[in-house]
């Protein structure tokens, strides 16, 4: 039974390979990510942090001293006002664990041309190698590679087909797999759905039919993302159907080969039932699964049914729940001396242990997790854990560790070819630097993120590292360079929506054009920002911002608007009367 991994790298899911990133605020965690997640991947899905996604940390400023008002005596009251503007240090919270389950049917293949009459097994040998080509640049996962990579794996179909009876229908049917994959990646759906329909009948030649029903799954999902329901629910009722006949097909007399089919078509059914969102007929399945397992001692069964329980139970916000099925699946791993399988359990745990709040605890599993990841050489789980354990380090306010554990990431993402996690390492490293006052080292690594966030279009990534270097160059005091960088993150934030990044964009616009002395830009900037934080209900920042405005008010000489914004921000601060003595 093959190890079944969940790892927490924002919504929890079943993924059919690994992946991982999401752009939010505090430090980022790089993914597993791909420029959509790998190809035959779907995005993990996540569990969101509870918190309010509109509030983001403010920003120290500086002010003049205020006058007193006359009638208050001093310490009568404590106002505690918001501060004023936003934190312009952005995404550097992005985890890079998400709780997942691989499948254990995970599709890869490769493609290419042909050059002359050759004989079979030449045809097949050369279209092996362009497979490897095609798997390298796949594994690059920016944009351009992915495009390269479909091409490679043409071709490999092409030299497959080539060589006739010497190609098995699995390795043609991989082939389409893969690039029907790279097709849903890129957003050609349509294109996705042909090749992968192409596929099964080779699925099913081959005798492959987990295989076969795993597809059609993917097929299922890539017509729920079209919007087309009536076709969705006939390729899931199509891949159950699979599911359930080859659960009929067992060896009469032979309990244990019954049993064992048994658990393995019920984690399939409880895996398709997941997709479809159909979760308590998904814990249903999962559970009958590790019944079956358990019957046959089959502990890497039972670890891995106890592992995508709890990632049910951790989407379902039920994390104590979470936190006890991974733990009984510990020492399952352990007993079968699965390194894998203790690693990805540990690094579940990490993250749960995140999410509730409890850092040191997380950081543990994660410590525990990173030799396991080293012992099996997976360089991908070991930059991961790297980059998770430096974002719990800075939380704990220990910078020099989190410093360590990022500098020692980043070569090994650069080494793998995990674009999405350099990029999320550089802006981690940049906000390290600027925060304990090393501006041009800070402005260095920002840079270098957003040549990479470029390089595999990641459109929101690169408008969050477009804002950061925003703010670096107002701290270096080049107004017009932090003018060009929040110009080029609105319109980028505005083209996906994202109202959040528009309303703190434009308010800090707004600052930068009071400098400038522009009011006029300033006014409209403000007033579309305190537009959006009222819409979005998020008070504290809608009060700092009617205060800047308030502020430009004055520099207009508007001393009437200028009071009432003032008057507005006050009654959104909170307000503490001091403890009375009994003296």
């Known amino acids: 039974?093959?190890?079944?991994?969940?790892?927490?790298?924002?919504?929890?899911?079943?993924?059919?390979?690994l992946v991982g990133q999401s752009i939010g605020l505090g430090q980022e965690r790089g993914k597993e990510e791909t420029a959509a997640p790998p190809p035959a991947v779907e995005e993990s899905k996540q569990i969101v942090k509870k918190q309010d996604p509109t509030k983001k940390p403010g920003r120290r400023t500086t002010t003049k001293t205020a006058k007193k008002f006359a009638g208050i005596k001093p310490g009568s009251f404590r106002i505690i006002v918001p501060p004023i503007g936003q934190s312009k240090l952005e995404g550097l919270d992005d985890y890079s664990y998400r709780l997942t389950v691989p499948?254990?049917?995970?599709?890869?293949?490769?493609?290419?041309?042909?050059?002359?009459?050759?004989?079979?097994?030449?045809?097949?040998?050369?279209?092996?190698?362009?497979?490897?080509?095609?798997?390298?640049?796949?594994?690059?996962?920016?944009?351009?590679?992915l495009r390269d990579a479909m091409g490679k794996y043409e071709e490999a179909l092409r030299y497959f087909r080539a060589a006739g009876q010497m190609s098995e229908p699995s390795e043609l049917a991989r082939a389409l797999a893969q690039i029907g994959a790279i097709s849903d990646s890129l957003g050609d759906r349509q294109q996705a759905i042909s090749y992968?329909?192409?596929?099964?009948?080779l699925w099913r030649a081959a005798?492959?039919?987990?295989?076969?029903?795993?597809?059609?799954?993917?097929?299922?999902?890539?017509?729920?993302?079209?919007?087309?329901?009536?076709?969705?629910?006939?390729?899931?009722?199509?891949?159950?159907?699979?599911?359930?006949?080859?659960?009929?097909?067992?060896?009469?007399?032979?309990?244990?080969?019954?049993n064992e089919l048994d658990a393995s078509t019920f984690f399939s059914m409880a895996k398709l039932y997941e997709e479809q969102g159909q979760l308590k007929k998904a814990t249903e399945y999962y559970a009958r699964a590790g019944g079956r397992w358990r019957d046959l001692n089959d502990?890497?069964?039972?670890?891995?049914?106890?592992?995508?329980?709890?990632?049910?139970?951790?989407?379902?916000?039920?994390?104590?729940?979470?936190?006890?099925?991974?733990?009984?699946?510990?020492?399952?791993?352990?007993?079968?001396?699965?390194?894998?399988?203790?690693?990805?359990?540990?690094?579940?745990?990490?993250?749960?242990?995140?999410?509730s709040g409890d850092k040191s605890r997380a950081l543990d599993c994660y410590l525990q997790a990173l030799p396991q990841w080293r012992a099996i050489k997976d360089a991908r789980g070991e930059a991961t854990t790297l980059g998770d354990i430096a974002i719990l380090y800075s939380a704990l306010g220990q910078r020099e560790q989190a410093l360590k554990y990022n500098l020692e990431a980043l070569p090994l993402r650069r080494a793998i070819g995990d674009k999405r996690g350099e990029a999320s390492t550089l802006n981690n490293l940049g906000g390290l630097y600027e925060n304990s006052g090393e501006t041009a080292r800070a402005l260095e690594y920002f840079t270098q993120a957003l040549e990479v966030r470029r390089e595999i279009g990641d459109r929101r990534g690169e408008a969050v590292t477009l804002g950061n270097l925003g703010f670096i160059y107002l701290r270096l005091g080049e107004s017009r360079k932090a003018l060009d960088n929040y110009q080029q993150s609105l319109v980028l934030s505005r083209n996906f929506n994202d109202r959040i990044r528009i309303a703190g964009t434009l308010a800090s616009l707004g600052e930068?054009?009071?400098?400038?002395?522009?009011?006029?830009?300033?006014?409209?900037?403000?007033?579309?920002?305190?537009?959006?934080?009222?819409?979005?209900?998020?008070?504290?920042?809608?009060?700092?911002?009617q205060a800047l405005l308030s502020g430009l008010y004055v520099k207009l000489g508007d001393k009437q608007k200028a009071l009432e914004g003032y008057r507005k921000s006050l009654s959104s601060w909170k307000i503490l009367s001091p403890k009375l003595s009994d003296n």
């Not at 039974?1 to 390979?17: H, K, T």
């Not at 039919?209 to 729920?224: C, D, H, P, V, W």
């Open 207 to 258: 005798g492959e039919r987990s295989n076969e029903s795993a597809t059609l799954a993917q097929i299922g999902k890539i017509y729920t993302a079209l919007g087309d329901q009536q076709q969705a629910q006939k390729s899931f009722n199509q891949a159950r159907l699979i599911l359930q006949a080859s659960g009929l097909l067992v060896v009469t007399g032979d309990q244990n080969n019954t």
């Open 1 to 17: 039974m093959p190890s079944v991994m969940l790892m927490p790298s924002v919504m929890l899911m079943m993924v059919w390979v």
């Open 299 to 355: 502990q890497k069964g039972q670890a891995s049914s106890l592992n995508a329980l709890g990632s049910l139970s951790a989407r379902a916000g039920q994390t104590s729940q979470a936190i006890g099925l991974f733990q009984q699946a510990l020492p399952l791993w352990r007993a079968a001396g699965d390194k894998r399988g203790e690693a990805v359990t540990l690094s579940n745990l990490g993250y749960v242990a995140d999410i």
């Open 512 to 545: 930068i054009y009071s400098s400038l002395n522009e009011v006029q830009k300033a006014r409209a900037s403000y007033e579309e920002s305190l537009t959006l934080w009222r819409t979005l209900g998020n008070r504290d920042r809608e009060a700092s911002t």
């Open 103 to 145: 499948s254990d049917n995970y599709l890869e293949a490769s493609l290419e041309s042909g050059r002359g009459i050759l004989a079979p097994e030449q045809y097949r040998e050369i279209a092996r190698g362009k497979w490897g080509e095609a798997e390298k640049l796949r594994a690059a996962g920016t944009t351009r590679s």
């Open 196 to 201: 992968l329909e192409q596929s099964l009948p």
